[in-house]
């Protein structure tokens, strides 16, 4: 292989990828011989950075041919100095991937939100602008399809716009200081120095490991899962609020962020006043008491919360630093305390019980020796509150650099550490003391004394009497054990002081923190107030000031012994979610849950969010019970307030999840009779433009049914595509602001008739089809063009076709109510820019003299007000002008008929033919709504004469085994008369424009007519179906008659054989029939049965 050596160099930021470069031509700049290999060739590979240089490949022993192909590291010829490929020159592939093309590469900007922190969000070119042709007056400019592909810009010279985020001066911590630190600080808490020597006094070493264990267990399966949740995307501030709500959505996560935050707020003035505790016993001891032992803890807890409060506020950084300086007291606290283990003991300290490190005293603690009332799980429930704290580090993980490596790492290490630390501390002040002792000096052993045969006796000392009456020290009495083991006593305490002081730090930085995300999510309106963010940290200073607030009131007021429990509980019920929405999650399977941290199990985390709620029980039921009605109230508050928000949680997962695997499982159960409910299509065109039709439809598909509004657009494809994509989500979205339980569905069509034929066969999912077509009555068929009138008699045989029931609808104003929408919009329209243009007027005399008419411009730009004002406030005094009534106002009540209470009334049901009891079952299901509960039905049925009784006993026998109450039964037997002369002559009127009248011509006008005029009506049709028509106009008389006064009639379809009754003919029919009349269903089933009386 040879290569050619180009003349000009190539600009550095051309290329964002390595690519080869590859000879076409057979000649060469250095002959290589004896090689018959083939040539090599590189995988193009994408480089780091934009200005990569271009790779080049080489065999050994042709590099002095490319010596001269690079210059000074760039490639020596410009992209646009040659074609891609030419066949008869030189030609080199230099063409970058992606470049001169519409298409883009793969880039994270395409993939980021709006307003991301982390960058700005690109918008890639659309799939209508890669798959349309470019237009013709269209000039690409040299270069711009590049910029395009590489994410620079955006079609047309539109830019994203976005206003990057000054970060300077942000604070953001790496995985140790913001996690590890903050965790460890949080779980190392005051039961290390003043608790734990007792817990192993009385569960002994082996239980007492094994409660550390069982402590450690649940907060290590809720670090994984939070480990999971949290590398499973970016994380954003709120902590624990954050991973549950966007994981379980915004009722669980609401409901356990707001008790997070409040108990994380309480949970300050515990760690506060426990801090205050221990200074007033130094000043008790020092006799040093400034009021007494309540007021003085009242006095140094308020004054410690002001100074944290105000290390709080000053900044994270300042915060951090405290932390810092406090965990490094903490550390030199522990390591004095086993220090102190080694340092041989003195009598006082033997007195006390410590005796170093001993195999018998070991022994002796090994086993459980429980006071009275005490037992395993009352110890558990004392120590369980001390491995708490793992959230601390993610409750600022906005604050965090990169949340998703810091959480997990820094939380998992914590807990390992702090595990350690408190098995050690366990085990080694087990190991030196013993759990009883007098403190006596005087209790040695002397020869010939007899002893109880404890560790003690071993050692010289006769602790017995501590059986018979209460001892002060050991370590189930002496809560200062560490203290006194300790090489320096003073350390344990500051020890004390740094891990009270560290925990009500994290608490008071992780309240505001899980608060301000909840109030920014807007979840509880009331709460918006507090989402205010300051300085460049975004400090949530007003959620500062309220958890100062509520520290306290707590500090001051609060009976802590009792609200203890409850907060650990909180923090509980915080865990329980964690693992459940991890479980949640993973049971969901959705593709969007992708975790980095891969360390967990779905079972395992399910297992972790049992024993939380078995753990909230055992520390204290009454709490537990408490906790759970706080969130349960809230979850329902929440839930009802339904907030605006979409997270892409678990629980729409998995609600997708349920729905397919019913509807996969409904596939395979055989339809039956007695489960038959109407499932309809009902063409609406806009679900907002005939509201009546969707409301008399719904009221029988509501809870029972499938209802789908179904809407054809008629037109070019690609006008009628880009309409109906546009409003979807707009029609969706209605229907469900207006509480209507159904679907929006569209086509695009060559023609009406053709989009509905679609919509027949193709709507529904498996056993959730259709089967029930519902309509409007066509009123202006009169007026219509042809093609409507055979469009919409063609989707009514369409529909027997398929065997799809047909229900038409009429009502006397009709359905389409589009254009008193369209003037109610112009009005909305007209009266915004009077609002608009009364506002500028008032801004303009506000500053009058400071910039006059000029200002009054400028407002009037800002409002995007370009028509001048006199024909605004012309146009605005015409429409004030016009009474409603003027734009139909029967037309609007009429279209809000169907959403009213009936009252009492009927629903008479002419239950012609037997249509399978499709003309019976809707009527029934509508008495039980509750607008229609107060009519009752009346059955009219056709029927002899001569035999009116025994039929009328017949259909009450028939009507009671389908279990359906009726009010009346009617038996019309005289149906097939002829109908009296003023009606048929208006029916005769009616059709009278559309007849041939072919028997008064000869036979070559008549086929000259017919050719012509295929759709008239023939007398030879119209004298076939005579007594057909007959009927028609018959049954518009006895309707007449009988049911004038009903709320609803219901009356069977009469069906139109097709070739053998004109399409006009049929309109004429269905019009004559309903002529005058209360709202008519005109319903027609599919002659398979829908009613059953056998059980």
Request: proline share 4%; hydrophobic share 40%; aromatic share 10%.
């Amino acid at each position: 292989m040879s290569l050619n050596t180009p003349s000009s160099s190539v600009p550095s930021n051309t290329s964002r990828f390595q690519v080869n470069v590859i000879n076409e031509s057979h000649d060469s700049c250095a002959s290589v011989s004896d090689s018959t290999d083939p040539p090599h060739y590189e995988e193009t590979s994408f480089g780091d950075e934009a200005q990569s240089r271009l790779r080049i490949s080489f065999r050994p022993g042709n590099q002095e041919c490319c010596d001269n192909f690079l210059q000074n590291g760039e490639t020596a010829k410009t992209d646009a100095s040659f074609h891609a490929y030419d066949s008869h020159t030189n030609t080199y592939y230099l063409q970058t991937f992606g470049h001169n093309t519409m298409d883009a590469v793969p880039k994270i900007e395409y993939y980021r939100n709006t307003g991301s922190v982390s960058g700005p969000k690109v918008n890639r070119p659309s799939l209508l602008e890669i798959h349309e042709q470019l237009a013709k007056n269209v000039t690409v400019a040299p270069g711009s399809a590049d910029r395009v592909a590489n994410g620079e810009g955006l079609p047309g010279g539109e830019q994203a716009d976005h206003k990057e985020e000054d970060t300077a001066g942000v604070v953001k911590f790496g995985w140790v200081k913001g996690v590890l630190v903050r965790c460890m600080l949080n779980i190392w808490g005051v039961m290390l120095f003043i608790r734990l020597s007792w817990i192993v006094g009385e569960a002994g070493i082996g239980l007492g490991v094994l409660i550390i264990l069982l402590s450690t267990m649940v907060t290590s399966i809720t670090g994984l899962s939070t480990s999971a949740i949290a590398t499973n995307g970016f994380v954003r501030g709120g902590g624990a609020y954050y991973l549950i709500s966007r994981s379980l959505g915004p009722e669980f996560g609401g409901s356990i962020g707001l008790i997070f935050a409040f108990a994380n707020a309480v949970a300050v003035a515990m760690y506060v006043v426990g801090f205050a505790e221990t200074v007033v016993d130094l000043l008790k001891e020092s006799d040093s008491m400034m009021v007494d032992q309540t007021n003085d803890i009242r006095i140094i807890g308020s004054i410690t919360v002001v100074i944290l409060l105000g290390i709080s506020v000053a900044g994270m950084e300042w915060e951090a630093k405290a932390q810092v300086i406090l965990l490094v007291i903490l550390l030199i606290a522990i390591a004095n305390f086993f220090i102190g283990t080694v340092i041989p003991s003195n009598n006082e300290k033997k007195s006390r019980g410590f005796f170093n490190y001993q195999a018998s005293i070991f022994a002796e603690n090994f086993g459980p020796s429980f006071t009275k009332g005490e037992g395993f799980f009352s110890v558990f429930a004392i120590f369980f509150p001390a491995a708490t704290g793992i959230l601390a580090g993610a409750n600022i993980s906005g604050d965090l650099e990169d949340p998703q490596d810091a959480i997990p790492r820094g939380t998992m290490l914590a807990i390992f550490i702090t595990t350690v630390a408190y098995i050690g501390v366990a085990v080694c002040v087990a190991a030196c003391v013993v759990r009883d002792a007098t403190g006596s000096m005087n209790d040695t052993i002397v020869a010939g004394m007899s002893c109880n045969g404890s560790a003690a006796c071993g050692l010289g000392y006769d602790f017995s009497r501590c059986e018979h009456e209460p001892c002060q020290y050991g370590l189930m009495n002496n809560f200062q054990v560490m203290s006194m083991v300790s090489g320096f006593g003073p350390l344990i305490t500051a020890g004390i002081f740094s891990a009270t002081l560290s925990s009500a730090l994290a608490s008071l930085v992780s309240a505001p923190k899980v608060f301000q995300a909840l109030c920014k999510d807007n979840i509880f309106k009331g709460l918006q107030f507090f989402a205010k963010g300051y300085g460049k940290n975004n400090e949530p200073l007003r959620g500062y000031l309220l958890t100062f607030v509520i520290a306290m009131a707590f500090i001051l007021i609060a009976e802590l012994n009792v609200i203890a429990p409850i907060i650990s509980n909180f923090f509980l019920a915080s865990y329980a979610l964690i693992n459940f929405s991890c479980f949640h999650a993973s049971y969901a399977k959705s593709p969007g849950w992708r975790p980095a941290y891969g360390i967990y199990n779905m079972w395992v985390s399910l297992f972790g969010a049992v024993l939380c709620c078995a753990v909230m029980f055992v520390i204290n039921w009454w709490a537990a019970v408490i906790t759970y009605v706080i969130e349960l109230s809230l979850y329902i508050y929440v839930t009802y307030k339904k907030p605006d928000v979409n997270w892409g949680s678990s629980t729409q997962a998995l609600s997708y999840v349920s729905a397919l695997d019913n509807a996969l499982e409904l596939t395979t159960v055989e339809d039956h009779v007695k489960n038959f409910r109407p499932q309809c299509i009902v063409l609406t065109g806009g679900p907002m433009t005939r509201p009546a039709l969707l409301d008399i439809t719904h009221a029988f598909t509501k809870n029972s049914g499938l209802c789908i509004c179904c809407e054809v657009f008629v037109g070019p494809r690609k006008l009628c595509v880009k309409e109906m994509n546009s409003g979807m989500a707009k029609k969706q979205a209605w229907l469900i602001k207006n509480k209507i339980k159904a679907f929006y569905a569209a086509v695009a069509a060559d023609c009406f008739r053709d989009g509905v034929r679609s919509l027949l066969q193709a709507s529904g999912l498996g056993r959730m089809k259709p089967n029930t077509l519902v309509i409007g009555y066509k009123k202006a068929w009169r007026k219509a063009p042809l093609t409507e009138i055979e469009n919409y008699v063609g989707i009514i045989h369409d529909a027997f076709d398929f065997e799809i029931g047909v229900v038409i609808v009429r009502i006397s104003q009709g359905f389409d109510i589009s254009q008193v929408l369209q003037v109610q919009d112009e009005l909305e329209k007209l009266e915004q820019e009077r609002l608009a243009l009364e506002a500028a007027s008032k801004d303009s005399e506000g500053e009058e003299g400071h910039g006059g008419i000029r200002g009054l411009f400028k407002k009037a730009g800002k409002l995007n007000i370009t028509k001048p004002t006199p024909k605004k406030d012309s146009s605005i005094n015409t429409v004030q002008s016009m009474h409603v009534g003027e734009f139909n106002q029967k037309l609007v009540e009429a279209s809000t008929q169907f959403k009213k209470k009936q009252g009492k009334g009927t629903i008479d049901v002419w239950w012609l033919f037997d249509d399978g009891g499709l003309t019976l079952l809707i009527p029934y299901i509508l008495t039980l709504r509750k607008k229609w509960k107060d009519c009752k039905l009346r059955i009219y049925v056709g029927g002899k004469i001569n035999r009116i009784e025994e039929e009328k006993i017949a259909m009450a026998s028939l009507l009671s085994k389908f279990r359906i109450k009726f009010a009346d039964i009617n038996i019309i037997g005289d149906i097939n008369i002829k109908p009296n002369k003023e009606s048929w002559k208006v029916f005769e009127e009616m059709i009278e424009p559309y007849r041939l009248h072919e028997s008064h011509r000869d036979l070559t006008t008549t086929e000259k007519l017919k050719r012509e005029s295929p759709w008239k009506i023939t007398d030879s049709e119209l004298e076939a179906v005579k007594e057909k028509s007959y009927r028609q106009v018959r049954l518009n008389e006895l309707l007449q008659e009988h049911s004038r006064a009903a709320n609803l009639i219901v009356l069977s379809l009469p069906v139109a054989r097709k070739g053998s009754i004109s399409d006009l003919l049929y309109m004429a029919w269905l019009e004559i029939l309903t002529k005058n009349l209360p709202p008519v269903l005109l319903v027609r089933g599919n002659h398979k049965n829908v009613l059953t009386f056998y059980s």
